[in-house]
């Protein structure tokens, strides 16, 4: 009996001590896995962040080209004495500010030497700077300058290009990560389009009078990914947006000279295009619900829905061409343009004083296109012109500013000050008045944040308006210098580069 009992109290106990174990084991793995869970949610929600923060403002106008902004209590009046919440002084350059995690990215030049400038977010302190090569001087015409593209950057490396070089990276300490000479170039006015970030691409137009392409790098590398001729296209200053359509992959949309072109991400393909649009594309498109809308100007004589006739290449040459070689030198002009050295020179697209049956014809297609503002639904393969196309407005558009979309308006600056806000499904007019006290040309796009829209003109004066149809203008504030550059907004900021300095301004 007394066998048995011990028996019985010695099979307790070890169960007892199992099922310690067991509660032991279970509560370790528990603890396991919410520990585990705990620093996954975290992980995801810094990775969320750091992104997020590194995508609010990250390249040229903002959040893929839209000149939006979710930030909130943004200042309504200021200028070098209110509001300011720090001033750093730079060198010249039309490259629009950046923000990174914790930094500010911008180029600049000092006589011949090019930088790339990373200032602290918070304070404006300047943390590094970095020169260029410059193993050439491509031809500028003035406004534009060898700083004009905007840096684009994944929070933490910051890419940049120039014209007289090509492309760099470098990290957040300013260390170069890789270099990749391009060009000479070949352009009327000099280079403009900036770079932008595609999953790990750093994909930059390469627009010129002669052969045209885009290039995707690795950004981690320098590796070359692809590249793309884009025979046709002449010189072209406009970024590039991204289109995600509901089947297929990524693409690119580029307003390129006479079209609107979307290219594959992964590969470069030509994808869709749709024609009708001006020579000269400077602006970057905006784009809400798979509607594009899209400015731009080449020649005055383009305006009002004009197309100016030029006459066939066979009877200039026999009107003109006194040597019989076949091709136009300036003193055998046939019109008043060919007459003109400085047309003569847009038209030379080889710039070898001489127009070639080739040029000719592009000469012709520059006349025939139209300055205007079009909404264009995104999307297809192939010319999608007869079906793409939602309406045009044929007055006079901007030079250089883009259009800005916000809250369901659209809106346009033009030079003198001149602001239109139009209904995006229609292309009607709902407003139209001039800025006062801001009458000016206008090389700033305008950029939309906190139900208001901000507008720089190229003497500095900012003007803020209501963002609704009918807007109306709140206050009007003189930075007493020069503005070619594009504003960035974030934090309840608004960081305007003049042509002296970057302010932070904020209540």
């Known amino acids: 009996m007394k066998k048995k009992l011990a028996s019985q109290m010695l099979r307790r106990g070890e169960e007892e001590k199992g099922r310690r174990g067991e509660i032991k084991s279970f509560t370790a793995s528990l603890l396991h896995h919410v520990t585990a869970s705990f620093l996954i949610v975290i992980s995801i929600f810094l990775f969320d962040t750091n992104k997020a923060t590194a995508q609010e403002w990250s390249q040229f106008r903002g959040p893929n080209g839209s000149g939006i902004s979710a930030t909130k209590n943004l200042p309504v009046e200021f200028n070098p004495q209110k509001n300011v919440l720090w001033k750093t002084p730079l060198p010249q350059g039309h490259s629009s500010p950046v923000l990174g995690t914790d930094k500010i990215f911008v180029t600049g030049f000092e006589g011949t030497h090019l930088f790339t400038i990373a200032l602290d977010r918070k304070t404006g302190k300047l943390l590094w700077k970095k020169e260029a090569p410059r193993p050439r001087e491509n031809f500028l015409q ?16 910051v890419f940049v290009f120039f014209q007289d070089f090509g492309l760099l990276a470098y990290n957040k300490d300013g260390k170069e990560k890789w270099r990749i000479p391009l060009g000479p170039f070949n352009s009327a006015f000099g280079m403009a389009a900036s770079p932008i970030l595609v999953e790990d691409k750093v994909i930059l137009p390469c627009d010129q009078d002669t052969n045209s392409f885009m290039i995707a790098v690795d950004k981690n590398t320098g590796r070359e990914k692809w590249r793309v001729k884009r025979p046709g296209v002449i010189s072209g200053y406009s970024t590039p947006i991204l289109y995600k359509p509901k089947d297929g992959g990524l693409q690119l949309v580029i307003a390129e000279s006479f079209q609107l072109t979307a290219y594959a991400v992964a590969t470069g393909e030509k994808v869709w295009w749709v ?17 594009l809308y899209v400015n731009g100007w080449g020649f005055a004589e383009n305006q009002q829905g004009m197309q100016v006739k030029v006459m066939a290449f066979d009877e200039a040459l026999a009107k003109g061409d006194a040597d019989k070689d076949g091709t136009l030198a300036l003193a055998e002009g046939v019109d008043e343009r060919t007459k003109n050295k400085a047309y003569f020179q847009i038209f030379d697209l080889n710039r070898d004083g001489k127009l070639e049956r080739a ?29 793409a196309v939602r309406w045009k407005y044929t007055k006079p558009v901007p030079q250089v500013p883009s259009t800005l979309l916000y809250q369901g308006v659209l809106y346009m600056v033009n030079d003198s000050g001149i602001l239109i806000s139009f209904n995006p499904e229609t292309g009607a007019i709902i407003k139209q008045g001039r800025l006062k006290g801001a009458i000016d040309k206008y090389f700033a796009s305008p950029v939309g944040a906190d139900d208001k829209v901000y507008l720089i003109s190229q003497d500095g004066t900012v003007s803020v308006v209501q963002a609704t149809g009918d807007w109306e203008v709140l206050a009007v504030n003189a930075l007493d210098d020069e503005c070619f550059a594009t504003p960035a907004l974030a934090d309840g900021k608004i960081y305007v580069r003049t042509r002296s300095a970057l302010y932070c301004f904020g209540k």
Not at 275 to 291: D, T, W, Y
């Open 142 to 157: 003035k406004p534009n300058n060898p700083a004009s593209p905007s840096p684009v950057t994944d929070g933490q490396n």
């Open 359 to 387: 040029e000719w014809e592009t000469y012709r297609a520059m006349m025939a296109s139209e300055n205007g503002l079009m909404s264009i639904k995104l999307g297809g393969r192939g010319d999608m012109t007869e079906k």
């Open 275 to 291: 024609r009708g649009l001006a020579c000269e594309m400077k602006s970057v498109p905006s784009v809400q619900n798979e509607i």
